[in-house]
């Protein structure tokens, strides 16, 4: 059975971290490059990362570059997203995708 499992969401203050981890099964996942995206309340699901099958390559949305890292462990199955610095804008659940397969999604939530 092909799925992903998100965990590591919370609430943070701003300026705090947190990590999030994507465990993978039931697909080859080092063939395949991985994507976390978020939704807020009212907005558009919107792409924050992509990371190439091997590691070697990274992308960013404008809004999270330089404050959040994306990173795999293709030998644990997992993916990773290391957010730092975090904003009250960063709030949303993210979800971590392989083509067409999703994640149930862990909240994150930026408050004082």
């Known amino acids: 059975q092909v799925q992903l499992v998100e965990s590591g969401g919370g609430l943070v203050q701003p300026g705090g971290s947190l990590r999030l981890s994507c465990a993978a099964s039931g697909f080859t996942f080092s063939s395949r490059s991985m994507k976390w995206y978020r939704q807020a309340p009212g907005k558009e699901r919107e792409l924050v990362a992509v990371?190439?099958?091997?590691?070697?390559?990274?992308n960013y949305a404008k809004s999270v570059k330089g404050r959040f890292t994306i990173s795999r462990d293709n030998f644990k199955n997992t993916l990773y997203l290391q957010m730092d610095s975090l904003k009250f804008e960063d709030t949303a659940m993210y979800y971590c995708n392989a083509d067409s397969v999703w994640g149930q999604g862990t909240q994150v939530t930026v408050s004082s």
């Open positions: 990371i190439s099958s091997a590691g070697y390559s990274t």
